[in-house]
């Protein structure tokens, strides 16, 4: 039996989320945690296609619900691809503002694709490209976000480091030095929809808050590519902090949030904020990097301190990298 395999990375946004929405550029990151999964040829004379997510299987029905709405969306975007069975499976909590849908949509959309390529050697019609994979699990995406930026998808394809607009979408960027993060969550779920839409009546009501808060991010972003690219982890954990109070000025914080920031801070972080929608979801703190001839450590101390003060106070992180150097791309596998 044929089967093939499928990986993407989760993501960080490191400074300009909402202002993306607007236009304005972002900066984003692939991360360790991701998704995964398996695609085979569905049963003998099955004619419907499946999805195993968890300990729940969903048919490719739009009456099923979300998930089976997601999953016929990515599959008509790969005509031919079906029937498959899938199973799929994620490192990342949804609502988490860490792209755990993207990544489970770029996953699925490349084990589907690598099995059709699979099967195309073996004489069977069918074959995807690359950007046929990233334009089924943007169907995918759209089933949960309405109209998403498009940047967790990027993320999840690409991994890496990368500067996104809508306009333009990802453009490389390359750290000097790898970025060492601490991943903290509130607990409480986040829909990006729902928090983008609170932002668009906010910015409808006051559209002079609109415009410096768009036009604020956009000029920290900038400043943080140039720090990213420089190894100035210190100016970037600055360019983090008023990132977040640039958005607390636009109610997406919360109190879990806020204090996340602040413990992080005070355990030695050089900069913390929340990362994706808010309005719950999680918070990155950005950490010294290892001193010189530590490459290949980690910053075991500062890490732990960190996470040791969310621990204390009743939440719960983790520890991720962004590599320096040029994204990559996360390959799909065949097995």
């Given at each position: 039996m044929?089967?093939?395999?499928?990986?993407?990375?989760?993501?960080?946004?490191?400074?300009?989320?909402?202002?993306?929405?607007?236009?304005a550029p972002a900066l984003a990151a692939g991360i360790e945690r991701g998704a995964r999964a398996r695609a085979t040829r569905a049963p003998g004379g099955a004619r419907a296609s499946a999805l195993r997510l968890g300990d729940r299987e969903h048919g490719a029905a739009p009456a099923e619900g979300d998930v089976a709405r997601?999953?016929?969306?990515?599959?008509?975007?790969?005509?031919?691809?079906?029937?498959?069975?899938?199973?799929?499976?994620?490192?990342?909590?949804?609502?988490?503002?860490?792209?755990s849908s993207a990544a489970l949509g770029v996953a699925i959309a490349r084990a589907v694709a690598a099995l059709a390529r699979a099967q195309a050697e073996a004489g069977a019609p069918g074959a995807f490209t690359a950007a046929a994979e990233v334009a089924?699990?943007?169907?995918?995406?759209?089933?949960?976000?309405?109209?998403?930026?498009?940047?967790?998808?990027?993320?999840?394809?690409?991994?890496?480091?990368f500067r996104f607009t809508r306009a333009h979408g990802a453009t490389?960027?390359?750290?000097?030095?790898?970025?060492?993060l601490c991943v903290g969550s509130?607990?409480?779920?986040?829909?990006?929809?729902?928090?983008?839409?609170?932002?668009?009546?906010?910015?409808?009501?006051?559209?002079?808050?609109?415009?410096?808060?768009?036009?604020?991010i956009a000029a920290l972003v900038e400043n943080a590519a140039l720090a990213i690219e420089a190894g100035d982890a210190i100016g970037l954990g600055r360019l983090m902090d008023l990132n977040q109070m640039l958005l607390a000025g636009m109610f997406?914080?919360?109190?879990?949030?806020?204090?996340?920031c602040r413990l992080a801070r005070e355990a030695g972080a050089l900069g913390a904020k929340l990362t994706g929608a808010g309005g719950g979801g999680?918070?990155?703190?950005?950490?010294?990097?290892?001193?010189?001839?530590?490459?290949?450590?980690?910053?075991?101390?500062?890490?732990?301190?960190?996470?040791?003060?969310?621990?204390?106070?009743?939440y719960s992180g983790f520890v991720t990298r962004v590599k320096a150097g040029a994204a990559t791309a996360a390959p799909e596998e065949q097995a």
């Open positions: 044929i089967e093939a395999l499928g990986r993407a990375s989760g993501k960080v946004i490191l400074l300009g989320e909402h202002a993306v929405v607007y236009g997601a999953f016929a969306a990515l599959l008509e975007a790969l005509p031919g691809a079906g029937p498959v069975r899938v199973e799929a499976e994620s490192d990342l909590p949804p609502g988490g503002g860490l792209g089924a699990a943007a169907a995918w995406e759209r089933v949960f976000h309405g109209n998403p930026s498009g940047i967790d998808t990027a993320a999840a394809a690409r991994g890496g480091c490389p960027l390359a750290p000097r030095d790898d970025l060492w509130t607990g409480v779920p986040s829909s990006t929809r729902s928090m983008v839409e609170l932002v668009a009546k906010l910015f409808e009501r006051k559209p002079t808050l609109a415009e410096t808060s768009i036009a604020g997406v914080s919360t109190e879990a949030i806020e204090t996340l999680s918070v990155i703190a950005l950490l010294a990097p290892p001193p010189p001839g530590g490459a290949a450590a980690t910053p075991n101390g500062a890490a732990g301190r960190v996470l040791a003060a969310w621990r204390d106070a009743g």
